[in-house]
Every structure is written in structure tokens, then in C-alpha cells.
């Protein structure tokens, strides 16, 4: 079945960097597109960042471009969301995502705390 694992998360201090891994199982890695979503507390699930399946075309939201980038790695079936420059509006539980078939799976979440 298909797993998505999020880790890396944690508190840090604004501006501050932390780096988020998404390990994908139970399909074909290399041939779907891969999203970092977030929700933050009160707020709506928001897409931060998305990979197409090569690693060529990525898209970030207005309000992350310039600190985060998508990255991924098919040969270890791994998406990566590598975040700079941290602020406290970053604070929210970051989830992985993927649509083989056609059908969202989601991770469980990791969460990133952003405080002073």
C-alpha cells in the first residue's frame, strides 16, 4: 500500500533552517509528482511546494518563494522540503503528498515550531 513518512521536523529559532524528508512507498516514485502541503492552527491546509516526477519543473507558494525549495531524489524514493530563513508563520504541521492513480495519499504530518 502506499506509505508516505514524513521526518525532520522540529522547533527552531526565526531564521533558522531545517530540512523536512518525505520517504514514499507502495508505487512508482519516479513517475508521479510530489507536493508539501500545511496546515497551520485555525487555518486551511495550504500548498507549500510541488516536484513534477523528473525534478525539473518545481513550484513554490508566494509566501515561501525564496526560502524553500522542493527537491527529490527517485533513486531513494525521497522528496525533500529544505526550509531557510524560518519565520513564525511558518509554524504548522507539514504533510507529504502524492496522487498515483489518480487518488491523494497524505502523510501523517510532521510538525515545525518557529519561536523564539
Known amino acids: 500500500q502506499v506509505q508516505l513518512v514524513e521526518s525532520g521536523g522540529g522547533l527552531v529559532q526565526p531564521g533558522e533552517s531545517l530540512r523536512l524528508s518525505c520517504a514514499a512507498s507502495g508505487f512508482t516514485f519516479s513517475t508521479y509528482a510530489m507536493s508539501w502541503y500545511r496546515q497551520a492552527p485555525g487555518k486551511e491546509r495550504e500548498l507549500v511546494a510541488r516536484i513534477s516526477s523528473s525534478g525539473r519543473i518545481t513550484n513554490h507558494a508566494d509566501s515561501v518563494k525564496g526560502r524553500f525549495t522542493i527537491s527529490r531524489d527517485n533513486a531513494k524514493n525521497t522528496v525533500y522540503l529544505q526550509m531557510n530563513s524560518l519565520k513564525p508563520e511558518d509554524t504548522a504541521m507539514y504533510y507529504c503528498?502524492?496522487?498515483?492513480?489518480?487518488?491523494?495519499?497524505w502523510g501523517k504530518g510532521i510538525l515545525v515550531t518557529v519561536s523564539s
Open positions: 503528498n502524492a496522487n498515483p492513480w489518480g487518488t491523494p495519499y
